[in-house]
Nanobody, 120 residues
């Protein structure tokens, strides 16, 4: 089994910064990609950022230039550095990873989410 645990969410004023962390653990053979999604009040879940095994990254237009996704492969951990936060960034942020287990089964795994609230 694989588990993903997020941390780092909280309350911050507009213009401030937060750093989210997500650590994967369990019977992992390889991690092909890790991403951050978010879902704001009354909104659909959206993809925020992705980092792939070779290191390439993608960002949603709404966060480009403000957020940075990074990883520490030895720790099976992905980070999301969020700067210049805006009230519209308020959402539950979810970590997800596409993982091949030691049993050679590949699928996406999701964390439970962490709340980010940005006040005006």
């Amino acid at each position: 089994q694989v588990q993903l645990v997020e941390s780092g969410g909280g309350l911050v004023q507009a213009g401030g910064s937060l750093r989210l962390s997500c650590a994967a653990s369990g019977s992992i053979f390889s991690i092909n990609a890790m991403s951050w999604y978010r879902q704001g009040p009354g909104k659909q879940r959206e993809l925020v950022a992705t980092i792939r095994s070779a290191g390439s990254t993608n960002y949603a237009d709404s966060v480009e230039g403000r957020f940075t996704i990074s990883r520490e492969n030895a720790k099976n951990t992905v980070y999301l550095q969020m700067n210049s936060l805006k009230p519209e960034d308020t959402a539950v942020y979810y970590c997800t990873a596409y993982i091949t287990t030691t049993a050679r089964s590949s699928t996406s795994y999701w964390g439970q989410g962490t709340q980010v609230t940005v006040s005006s």
